[in-house]
């Protein structure tokens, strides 16, 4: 069973920059394509960015070009890195298996973006 902890949220001014971290426990993690999903209030869960095993990426659109996902297996830990964060952003970022949140969610990590 893989347990989820992410961190590294926080109020940040547009254009800012934030970089998320998600620990994961259990050895099967390695194996598993892993994303970053955010939620806003009053919307349905969405997924921005996804890492395959072998370090494949893909992001959403509304991402690309700013956000970075990246993963260490080795320390079971994935990354967002976020730049030129806009008041769009702002939501709870969750990690989690990428094809459909199969891993218990953890409690997420608030993202601000406002001036």
């Known amino acids: 069973q893989v347990q989820l902890v992410e961190s590294g949220g926080g109020l940040v001014q547009p254009g800012g920059s934030l970089r998320l971290s998600c620990a994961a426990s259990?050895?099967?993690?390695?194996?598993?394509?892993m994303g970053w999903y955010r939620q806003a209030p009053g919307n349905q869960r969405e997924l921005v960015a996804r890492?395959?095993?072998?370090?494949?990426?893909n992001y959403a659109d509304s991402v690309k070009g700013r956000f970075t996902i990246s993963r260490d297996n080795a320390k079971k830990m994935v990354y967002l890195q976020m730049n030129s964060l806009k008041p769009e952003d702002t939501a709870v970022y969750y990690c989690?298996?990428?094809?459909?949140?199969?891993?218990?969610w953890g409690q997420g990590t608030q993202v601000t973006v406002s001036s």
């Open positions: 989690n298996e990428a094809s459909s949140g199969s891993f218990p």
């Open positions: 890492i395959t095993s072998g370090g494949m990426t």
């Open positions: 259990g050895s099967i993690f390695r194996f598993y394509a």
